[in-house]
Structures are given as structure tokens and as C-alpha cells.
């Protein structure tokens, strides 16, 4: 066949998509059939268990069957996934009879249409065809990927002038420290953003990157005690939104773990504001696995418990019972731990937690400042002072800091019990 590809955007929404073959390549396509929509009958005798997953989830009608011409009664568009290249010739023909766009993973040559490498980006789809070389479609698509990536916010942003469009706030998580560790969406919308309000904790790096007009506003570069800052990080929220700009409040880790994300997100909602959330990696879980701890680990933990240390246990402004979380045999993460560290560990030894308990404190994770120490439950408080660690600092208590032997991903300089390294 020669003449240039035609290309088109389909819309397959509630149209019949048939996929014949039930192997790696049918595994590969069915995800961007079914997020577009479309009704899709897979025709084959056996099913990968992934594809099996759609099925028994009724995201899809599979027939267990090998191909019969009259599956494509009805359809808008085939696509063969199948080795055998008599039975791919065969729904060729079939698809050639009812003029059906037919897509052949077995014999570009013979097929009527073809599968670009796509990116996406929000509302943004790229697809690029590469003249019959599927390597050099997949380069170029990555190329543009990489482009987009940085100038995106220009984009995608939508092509109505502030101030005509609605505001809205998105809580996005950016992650434990590590720049690329904030999520694909939270990126994106970062590079959307109008304004950003950004914790102490939220990666330099990932503010580096932001468009020279957006304006930046440092949450922890607020005056007054920390409720009125809240009261006004909220208010700064709400009024840009209101003025019609697209505000990113970015957070370090997640949003909702210690982040006081639900008073912001309520502060926007009592404001008729929209917002969304988006949730990030966790410094409760990235910063143990950063040390090359697990925070559960089969035959050692079946339970982890995420607990703020911020109030000394015998405080009465304290929610947290310290003397239940010492009957528990499982992982302890203590966030804001290090100040009432010492009070802690005694309440935890007092009601009954082994003294010789492993235990470890990670500061500053993720980032190229990492510092890991080892120790146990009876000698971390003073450890942790002897080290000089400050905050920001997860503590972890329980057997699984022993659980990979100190061969943690990267290893742990200096591991071993009361050592501090960088990693
Ligand atoms: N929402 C955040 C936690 C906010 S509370 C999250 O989900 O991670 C702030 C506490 O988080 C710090 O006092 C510290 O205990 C912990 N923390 C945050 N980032 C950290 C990091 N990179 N390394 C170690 N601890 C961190």
C-alpha cells in the first residue's frame, strides 16, 4: 500500500472495538481501547491474567473462542494480535469485506491502519507514526514527551484568559524530598499552575522548574504562630482562587498524612471553591524504604502504625495511646518524633515494648543530605542526640528494621547499631 498515513483522532466511546489474540500485544492495547471508551470484544481461546482481570471486571466482553468472520458485525475498528498469519489474514479479510479499519501487530504491510507511540498529557494527546519504522516513531514521541514535560504548562493550560475561568486549588503531595518522586498528575498540574503555595518540606528542585510568571508564595515564610499562618495560608488559597487563578498548594509527602490538607481543602470548600487532590508518597513509608527498611515484611510484620510525635505522650493535648501502641508487635513510624523522642521511648519501654526492640531514624530521606541511624528502642533517644540528627526525621521502631540485614537498596553506610551515615 503506499500514500501517507491519514491521521485521526477516534472516538471510540460506546463503539464496538474488536481484539482478536489474547497474548502480550492484546495486553499492550486493551488498556488505551477501554480509556477511551470503547465497547471492547476480545475473541480468543486464552487470555493473559491481566486481560483476564479486565474480563472477570466486565470492563470488557471476552469470547473464548478462536475468530470467526461475523465478530466483526458491528464494529468500527479490529485490531489483530495474533502470530499466526493465516489467522491474522483471515480478519483481514473479514475486515476488508465490511470496511473496518483493520490494525495488524503481525504484518504492518497488510494492515489498513496503525498504532502511533502516544503520549499523553492531560488533554494533550501526541501520537506520532514513524513511516513504517515503529523504533523511530517510539524516538520521536519520547523526544517530544521530554519537551512537553518542561514546557507543558504553556500547553495545556487552557486558552482562556485569567480571569474569565473559574479558580480552582489542587492539593498536590510532592513527595519526601526527592524531586522525582512527586506523581506524574502532581507534576502536571504543577506545570499548570498560576500560583503555588509550597511547604517548608516540598523539594527546591521541583520549584526551580516553575514558568518565571507563576507566582510562588513560601507557606513557611508566613508571619504569626502556626494557626494564624494556617488561617492564612487558607485565605491566600481561597482569594486567588476566587480571582479566577489556577492555585497548586504543594505539600510535602502526602497531603492528608499530618499535612493539614483536609482544613485546607475544607477552608475551599466553605468558599465554593473547587479542589482536588492529589495524594503523594508518604515520608512514613519512603523514608524507612529509603534506609532499606520495609515497613511490613512477611513472617516479621503484619501491621505498620503511623503516629505524630509532635505531643509528648503525658501531654493532656495528646490523641495518641501510647500505652496500646506498645502491646502492638508490629512496625512504629513516628513522624515530628524527635523532639519528645526520649518521653516517648520511655512511655513505649514503661508499658512494655523490649527494651532491645530495632530501631532507626532516617533524616532528611530521599535527598542527597540522607542520614540513617541504627540503634534500639532503649538507646535511640540518646543516640539521636550523640549523632546531633535534626528534623525532619522519621523514627521506625520494630523487627523489620532488620529485616533486609542493612542491605537496603542502596545499602546503608555505616549501618549498624548507634552509626550514622550518609547515604
Ligand atoms: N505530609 C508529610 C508529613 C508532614 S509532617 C508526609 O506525608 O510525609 C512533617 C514530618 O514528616 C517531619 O517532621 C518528619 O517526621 C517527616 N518527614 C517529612 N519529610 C521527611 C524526609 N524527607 N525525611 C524524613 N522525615 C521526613
Known sequence: MSGNPYPLGLRLAGRRVVVVGGGAVATRRVPALLDAGAHVLLVAPELTPA????????????????????????AWLVQVAVDDPLAAASVSAAAAERRIFCVRADDRAAATAWTPA???????????LGGGDPRRAMAVRDAVRALLEVREGALSAPAVPEGTRPGRVALVGAGPGDPEL????????????????????VPGLLLDELRADVELVDASKIPYGPSRAQEEINRILVDRALAGKFVVR????????????????????????????VPGVTSSIAAPAAAGIPVTHRGVAHEFTVVSGHVAPDSPASLVRWDALAGLRGTLVVLMGLKNLAAITATLLAHGRPAETPAAVVQEATTGAQRVLRSTLGAVA???LTAGLRPPAVVVLGDVVDA??????????????GSTGQS
Open 51 to 74: 486481560l483476564r482481570a479486565h474480563a472477570d471486571a466486565g470492563r470488557l466482553h471476552w469470547a473464548p473462542r478462536r475468530f470467526a468472520p461475523d465478530d466483526l458485525d458491528g
Open 118 to 128: 502516544v503520549t499523553r498529557h492531560g488533554p494533550v494527546t501526541v501520537a506520532v
Open 182 to 201: 512527586i506523581t506524574v498528575r502532581g507534576w502536571r498540574l504543577l506545570t499548570e499552575a498560576d500560583v503555588v503555595v509550597a511547604d517548608r518540606l
Open 250 to 277: 504543594l505539600k510535602g509527602g502526602d497531603p492528608y498524612v499530618f499535612g493539614r490538607g483536609g482544613e485546607e481543602l475544607l477552608a475551599c470548600a466553605a468558599a465554593g471553591v473547587p479542589v482536588t487532590v
Open 382 to 384: 540518646a543516640d539521636v
Open 404 to 417: 533486609l540485614g542493612g542491605a537496603g537498596p542502596e545499602g546503608i553506610p555505616g549501618g549498624g547499631s
